[in-house]
């Protein structure tokens, strides 16, 4: 992990342990995903703009009152939804659910099936979950994840394309 990566997931940490969310871990992976077994969030730098896109769309459709964040932000506050609210649903509807991630994993990634992908219950919970935190939360915590985001997210970005670049070059 590069060293803007290092501090952003140590400040990430601290901000979840502050704010009432230290039993979730973090890391960075190929994507973004909530482990529930070990209970931990994924964190993807190399997530496309387009999503970062829909989800700001699909969080004003919600009610979201925030403007100007970026959708990586977004992202990361979906899967601490799914982390609180996870336990809400059964084994069956978690068997179910995973069913349904892997059928729309074959679907084409436009705007239209990720909303549809959106809207099943455990994502729409996750959803509704970030969307009823970012609004009832007092501002300052709001902003102070941001401002985390806007020091190092674009820093570990490029930090992944140099880490890539040089994989590639030295074969
Ligand atoms: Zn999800």
Redesign the pocket.
Known sequence: MGIAASAFIEELLQWMEKNGFESVDLTIDDDF??DANYNYIALDFKIEAIVGYWITDFFSSLGNQWEDIDGPIYCFL??LG?SQTLKNFTYEEKETALQSTAMFALLEPNKENTFLY?NTP??LA?NKWAVNFLNTTNSNIITSLVTIFAKYWNKAVEEEKIHETSIYSAC
Do not use: L, R, S
């Open positions: 995903y909530y979906h899967e799914h959106w455990i994502e996750a």
